[in-house]
C-alpha cells in the first residue's frame, strides 16, 4: 500500500495568500484526521471525518481554516487569508474503523 | 475526554544505557493507548499500542511499555538504546468508537556516543 499521500511536501507563501494542502488516505479506511504540528502547542487535531462527514471541527484555529473531503479519497485542508502563524506541519492520517492511525508524511508550511 | 501528559519534554541518554519515557492519561472511559516515533523530518510512526489483554506490550526494535490503570501510566521503556533510536516519542489515548487519537506533547529522546 501506497500510505497516506500528502501534497505539497514544503510550501513558502506569503501572508494573505490562499495555501491548499491536499491528503489521500488509504483505500479502504474510513476516517480521515488532519493534524497541526508546532513547537509551542505539539499535536493539535483539527477536524476529522468519518465516512466523509465532518464528525469534530472544534479544533479548527478560525474562519480562515476550512477542511473537505468530497470524497473517500481524497481530501484537502485551506487556509485563506494565511498568517505566519499559521506556519507549521500539517499531518493527514486515516484509519479504517477502530484501527490503528496511519500518518502520512506532512505538508511543512511555512507563511512569511 | 481523555488527555494527555508526557513529564519530559527531552531526554538525553547515553548509548547502551537504558531509558523510559512517561506517560500519564486522564480518562473517565476505557482507553486504548499507543506510543508513536517521528524522525527527524518525517511523520508518525506507530511503535506499539495497548488495546487489551497482557498489560506489556513490546515493539519489534526493543521497546515495550505497560499499562498500568491503577496509575493511569504507559510509560515506554528500553533497555539498551543505539543512536538510531534518537527521535520524537509521543503518547496517544483514544477511546471506544471511532474517536480519534488524543496526543501529548512529545519527548525527544536524544541518543549521546
Known amino acids: 500500500d501506497a500510505g497516506v499521500i500528502q501534497s505539497p511536501r514544503h510550501e513558502v507563501t506569503e501572508m494573505g495568500q490562499e495555501v491548499t494542502l491536499r491528503c489521500k488516505p488509504i483505500?479502504?479506511?474510513?476516517?480521515l484526521f488532519w493534524y497541526r504540528q508546532t513547537m509551542m502547542r505539539g499535536l493539535e487535531l483539527l477536524i476529522y471525518?468519518?465516512?466523509?462527514?465532518?464528525?469534530?471541527d472544534s479544533g479548527m484555529p478560525e474562519d480562515r481554516f476550512s477542511a473537505k473531503m468530497p470524497n473517500a479519497s481524497f481530501s484537502t485542508l485551506k487556509i485563506q487569508p494565511s498568517e505566519p502563524r499559521d506556519s507549521a506541519v500539517y499531518f493527514c492520517a486515516s484509519r479504517f474503523t477502530g484501527n490503528t492511525i496511519y500518518f502520512g508524511e506532512g505538508s511543512w508550511l511555512t507563511v512569511v | 475526554a481523555q488527555s494527555v501528559t508526557q513529564l519530559d519534554s527531552q531526554v538525553p541518554v547515553f548509548e547502551e544505557a537504558p531509558v523510559e519515557l512517561r506517560c500519564n492519561y486522564s480518562?473517565?472511559?476505557?482507553?486504548?493507548l499507543f506510543w508513536y516515533v517521528q524522525y527527524p523530518n518525517q511523520g508518525l510512526q506507530l511503535l506499539l499500542k495497548?488495546?487489551?489483554?497482557?498489560?506489556l506490550v513490546e515493539s519489534i526494535n526493543g521497546f515495550e511499555a505497560e499499562f498500568n490503570k491503577s496509575q493511569t501510566s504507559f510509560h515506554l521503556r528500553k533497555p539498551s538504546v543505539h543512536i538510531s533510536d534518537t527521535a520524537e516519542y509521543f503518547c496517544a489515548v483514544r477511546g471506544s468508537g471511532n474517536t480519534p487519537l488524543v496526543f501529548g506533547k512529545g519527548t525527544r529522546l536524544s541518543v549521546i556516543a
Open positions: 495497548y488495546l487489551s489483554g497482557s498489560t
Open positions: 480518562s473517565s472511559v476505557s482507553v486504548y
Open positions: 471525518f468519518n465516512n466523509n462527514v465532518p464528525i469534530d
Open positions: 483505500s479502504g479506511h474510513n476516517s
